[in-house]
């Protein structure tokens, strides 16, 4: 049985190999019929007598082919059909040399070539198969020859007028022809160069056979990974437009910077108040006011070198506030790659809070209310027993002059004690400025005591010196500094005492408030700012001041820290910026 052929793992090219050989052989009956026609007819140079049977072969051949090509299309076992193809024409080629000449001819040569096919389209082993039988063939001429068997059609090289050399070449091949000896010789030659021949064209078939079969698991390889690389560039594509999707449909603005902080990519959301999409390909301190670009530039400048990871900046757009977040982009190895900024727009939340602000700072004055209420009682009680004596002893002149200075002590007093509930009952106005700390830090302490010390607690005001001022809202800070005592005094129990302390600290100024209070648990620190979280009662608590508190400290540029042990009490530390946050109006283009 003849094995599949090994030159190819795709049976489409292997089923191409009987089709390419019919299309040789037609090559070779046409050489055939040239020589024929030329060498037997024209020259003389092949005998008389063996033309008729050399057409003979030359038909079978072609009748042979015609065959083979209706076949070749219809093999199953390209192999096979290959290998009597070769046996075919080995037994034909023979026939033609034994017409023209035996082993003397010089187109003996053609058994190689049959060789060389077989090493490429048969396995190895057939290659010195068919070597072998082409030896037995050849020698089988030979052999006939020398024992006169059959009979023996030399070539004529000289033709019907041939010159003396080529009638000398003819006796020549004629006694080579008989001579054992040269036969011997000649076999021998045949066969060791048909065997080198077939050991050479299998070891090289072999080689590319083996140079073919990985090239094509490579071409496998890379048609799998194009493939795969198809497949992930549709991915990417894919979730290129679904990221670009959500970017677009993204109700807060989104810029992405690169490495030089030139705009390569907004949302429309980003464009409906900055306009970027103009300044692609541009610095994005084009989007920025002239005045704002060293400030901007030397932000930008920290984040590229990775001494911070984002900073915020308030931009004005006409009647809107925009809240805008820089944040630096970086790989695994830490490499800056540029930065995005996302713009959202506050101006609702700013409002919400302000009138949340509001209402918690009239609840904070009714928290107080009581111990003011007894504040203005006692000038009242003054002035009505001053009203009385006045009454009894209205002829008196040093008594009605030293009731008038009590009158108008005391009604400066009440007057103090309602503009100040005055100042903190009304919604903030103005734009923030300049804002001394220890004076509403004094001004708070002053509305507080009185019910501090209804509640016997004992406020304790340890100020590190006159606090530089800040840029802040003086109401704003009033009502951080107002929630966070009503805060301690509704921790500390009677006899406890709440000490309030401030200093500067680097770039920012602190106010400490400390209380001998409860504390607060652990579990609950991170939550302690979140709006509607209390610890406390129903009654007491709405769970908005503190976190009304931090947002009004971050919106002055600070911060509010705590730090708290249950048992012991806590401290709320208020950070103020010396410096005020980064806020610009935005450079609308019409």
């Known amino acids: 049985m003849v094995k599949p052929l090994l030159d190819t793992s795709d049976g489409a090219v292997a089923r191409e190999s009987p089709l390419w050989f019919t299309r040789l052989r037609w090559g070779a009956v046409g050489g055939l019929v ?21 057409w003979m072969l030359v038909a079978g051949l072609a009748a042979g082919n015609v065959v083979f090509r209706a076949r070749a299309g219809r093999v199953e ?10 046996l075919f024409d080995l037994v034909v080629l023979t026939g033609l040399l034994a017409l023209s000449g035996g082993s003397l001819n010089p187109f003996a040569f053609v058994y190689a070539f049959h060789v060389v096919m077989a090493g490429i389209l048969l396995p ?9 039988l082409s030896s037995v063939l050849f020698v089988g001429l030979g ?32 006694a080579l022809g008989g001579s054992l000896h040269y036969q011997l010789s000649t076999a021998a030659a045949f066969i060791t160069s048909m065997f080198v021949l077939a050991f050479f064209t299998t070891t090289l078939a072999g080689r590319l056979r083996e140079h073919r079969r990985k090239a094509e698991v490579l071409a496998a390889t890379l048609s799998s990974k194009a493939d795969e690389l198809g497949l992930a560039e549709a991915q990417v594509r894919e979730e ?13 603005g989104v810029i992405l910077l690169d490495r030089e902080n030139r705009i390569v990519f907004s949302n429309a959301a980003a464009e409906a108040f900055r306009r970027p999409g103009r300044h ?44 805008a977040t820089y944040t630096s982009v970086r790989d695994a190895a830490d490499q800056h790659l540029g930065i995005v900024i996302v713009s959202r727009d506050i101006t609702d939340r700013l409002e919400m809070e302000k009138r949340m602000a509001h209402q918690e700072r009239l609840s904070s004055l009714a928290r107080v209310a009581a111990g003011l209420a007894h504040e203005v009682g006692n000038p009242l009680s003054s002035l009505m027993a001053r009203l009385r004596l006045l009454e009894e002893e209205k002829d008196d002149p040093a008594t009605v002059e030293e009731s008038l200075v009590v009158l108008k002590r005391e009604l400066m007093r009440i007057s103090r004690i309602v503009r100040d509930m005055s100042d903190f009952s009304r919604p903030a106005q103005g734009e923030p400025g300049s804002c001394l700390v220890g004076t509403v830090v004094r001004d708070v302490l002053r509305l507080v005591e009185p019910d501090a010390r209804e509640r016997g ?31 301690a005094l509704d921790a500390t129990p009677a006899g406890g005492r709440i000490d309030v302390a401030g200093g500067r600290r680097d770039s920012k100024v ?12 652990s579990e609950l620190l991170p939550r302690i700012f979140e709006p509607f979280f209390t610890t406390k009662t129903e009654r007491k608590g709405t769970g908005l001041g503190l976190w009304v508190s931090y947002s009004l400290a971050r919106a002055q540029g600070g911060t509010i820290e705590i730090s708290s042990e249950p048992g012991a009490g806590s401290t709320f530390t208020v950070l103020l910026a010396l410096q005020p946050p980064l806020s610009e109006p935005a450079q609308v283009e019409p």
């Open 240 to 252: 290129k437009a679904k990221l670009l999707a959500t970017y677009q449909s993204m109700s807060d």
């Open 34 to 54: 040239l020589m024929l026609s030329v060498g037997g007819h024209v020259l003389g140079i092949l005998d008389a007598a063996a033309l008729p049977y050399l």
């Open 280 to 323: 692609v390909g541009r610095p994005v301190l084009a989007c920025h006011p002239e005045m704002a670009h060293g400030r901007v530039q030397a932000e930008l400048e920290s984040l590229r070198k990775g001494r911070r990871t984002s900073f915020h900046r308030l931009v004005s757009a006409g009647d809107r506030t925009f809240e």
């Open 457 to 487: 607690v004992h406020l304790e005001c340890d100020l590190d010196g006159e606090l530089p001022a800040v840029p802040a809202h003086p109401d704003h800070l009033r009502q951080i500094f107002l929630n966070l005592l009503i805060n």
């Open 77 to 86: 076992r390209p192999g096979r059909e290959v290998l009597i193809q070769v």
């Open 143 to 174: 052999a006939v020859g020398v024992a006169g068997w059959l009979p023996q059609f030399a070539l004529r090289f000289g033709g019907p007028d041939s010159i003396p050399l080529a009638e000398e070449i003819s006796r020549l091949q004629s």
């Open 124 to 132: 190895g082993g057939w290659a010195y198969r068919i070597a072998g």
């Open 510 to 521: 602190w106010v400490a408030f400390r209380d001998t209070g409860h504390g607060v648990p």
